[in-house]
């Protein structure tokens, strides 16, 4: 069964930046998309950045020109390079790939934004 793992977390100053990647235990046939949510404490879960199956990439309006989701085939894996982080970043953050009938979630990984 193939098993997504985030890592690249951790604690940041506001304005710093880290680099997130998620790495799929195996290969995956028919990927529609590839996404990044965050949970930040006493909120829901929210979409951050999604990358579609023909390379397309949207973000959360809080994010846009801050994050920038990619995918490294070779590799398996997907990122989120996050740049300028503020405190209002801070979460889990989860990553999820999914196709027409199935999708599959990582375990999150923690990003703190704080002086």
């Known amino acids: 069964q193939v098993q997504l793992v985030e890592s690249g977390g951790g604690l940041v100053q506001p304005g710093g930046s880290l680099r997130l990647s998620c790495a799929a235990s195996?290969?995956?046939?028919?990927?529609?998309?590839m996404d990044w949510y965050r949970q930040a404490p006493g909120k829901e879960r929210e979409l951050v950045a999604t990358?579609?199956?023909?390379?397309?990439?949207n973000y959360l309006d809080s994010v846009k020109g801050r994050f920038t989701i990619s995918r490294d085939n070779a590799k398996n894996t997907m990122y989120l390079q996050m740049n300028s982080l503020k405190p209002g970043d801070t979460g889990v953050y989860y990553c999820a790939f999914a196709g027409s009938t199935w999708s599959i979630w990582g375990q999150g990984t923690q990003v703190t934004v704080s002086s």
């Open positions: 195996g290969s995956i046939l028919s990927i529609d998309r």
């Open positions: 990358l579609s199956s023909g390379l397309r990439a």
